[in-house]
């Protein structure tokens, strides 16, 4: 469960620092995969290689939740477009 926590802890740390900061692609998951090792560090050292993992999690997070917002924002489109026609 607390590396779960964790993979929600990097996702929330990786989109605000997405915002503040613009940095190439390659840095932004090479600082998902660098702040997931130290969540994995501070979790249980001996397993600092489920890190990566953490930091993969994470990644995912950020592209799925594009995605997300991309759908939704496509079907708020589709819905407003469908009633400017009956209006």
Known sequence: MSYLLAAFAVWIL????GVIFTT???FQ????MTLGT???????????YLGIGIGGAAGFLVLVSDLLLVTADAVRAGVLVRLGRRG
């Open 14 to 17: 990786w989109t605000t620092l």
């Open 24 to 26: 190439p692609a390659w």
């Open 29 to 32: 998951y090479a600082l998902g």
């Open 38 to 48: 130290g969540f994995a560090l501070l979790i249980e050292p001996s397993d600092w």
